[in-house]
């Protein structure tokens, strides 16, 4: 089991909060190493973060916040961002400041030993949960544990074209990827289209002459993509004043897995719904190769996760 997990997975629950909850507490889990989740309340000036226990105050000094920060790799926005989020940290001491106890804390050594212990022993394929920290138009960056960073791109989040990452996530959300490639600094970049499902998976969910709902992915002088799925769209017709992102209803004229096409016709379209952020990930721990074509298709889209 992984004990490495995204900051704010483990905040709420019954053993984090029994060891935060009283001195005494913090003190048995600095004798044992527990690592532990707090909101960091505020940074100071000299950008040391503060975390606000119920009955103490606890200071994860500078050095300590992040792993990079001491040799200089790291920038202070990552420690100034952590405000008012959960921070995962040991206890390594106690001192006294303005006669009360303050726990001493520190970020950086759960970072180490999540680096050693847990991310470089990842392998492309891997599947791993995650979280949504930040998106960009190029992709999300998300934690992978104790607050360590990796990209998905965009490319790599659904077969079906997206204008940005926040159409099929948000921040905090708790998602699971696929390692697609590691480095030798360690940094890694994930995946998780593979997770949603082939062409013929998603597809077996339709049949020619249903009508069903949609989203419009993009406007081409040929015809107009609507998504189905996250990995599956189809092509209809061109029809003036549709917009990307709009909701629509489409007609299913005919499916063909040989050519990977799904011809629609658009029944309507109309304001654009919520974005569904609800994923049936496929119930797999560790994938090699990935086939997304249809067997009797003869364009092939693959993703291939060996060393």
Request: with cysteine.
């Amino acid at each position: 089991m992984n004990t490495f997990v995204p900051e704010g997975v483990g905040f709420s629950s019954p053993e984090n909060q029994k060891y935060i909850a009283t001195e005494r507490a913090l003190q048995e889990a600095c004798r044992t190493g527990r690592i532990l989740e707090a909101k960091a309340v505020r940074c100071d000036r000299d950008h040391n973060l503060y975390v606000q226990f119920p009955k103490i105050q606890g200071i994860i000094p500078r050095e300590e916040c992040a792993l990079g920060i001491r040799e200089g790799s790291v920038r202070d926005i990552a420690i100034l961002s952590r405000v008012n989020k959960p921070v995962c940290f040991v206890v390594t001491g106690f001192t006294q400041k303005d006669g009360a106890s303050v726990a001493l804390l520190s970020r950086r050594a759960v970072q180490e030993a999540c680096m050693a212990q847990y991310v470089s022993k990842l392998q492309p394929g891997d599947v791993i949960d995650a979280v949504v920290t930040r998106m960009e138009p190029f992709g999300a960056f998300c934690d992978i544990g104790a607050g360590i960073s990796a990209l998905l791109p965009i490319d790599a989040i659904s077969v079906s074209r997206i204008p940005h990452p926040n159409v099929r996530f948000y921040t905090g959300q708790q998602i699971k990827a696929v390692v697609r490639s590691t480095d030798e600094l360690g940094r890694i970049t994930l995946s998780h289209k593979e997770l949603l499902g082939t062409w013929a998976q998603n597809a077996a969910r339709f049949s020619a002459g249903e009508t069903v709902p949609g989203i419009v992915r993009s406007i081409e002088k040929y015809g107009i993509f609507i998504e189905l799925t996250p990995n599956l769209a189809g092509l209809a017709e061109y029809v003036p004043g549709v917009f990307p992102g709009d909701a629509a209803s489409v007609y299913i004229k005919s499916i063909h897995p040989d050519r990977m096409k799904i011809k629609l016709i658009l029944v309507d379209h109309f304001a654009p719904d919520a974005p569904d952020y609800h994923y049936d990930y496929l119930p797999v721990t560790h994938i090699d190769n990935w086939l997304y074509s249809p067997a009797e298709s003869e364009k092939v889209i693959a993703s291939i996760f060996s060393v």
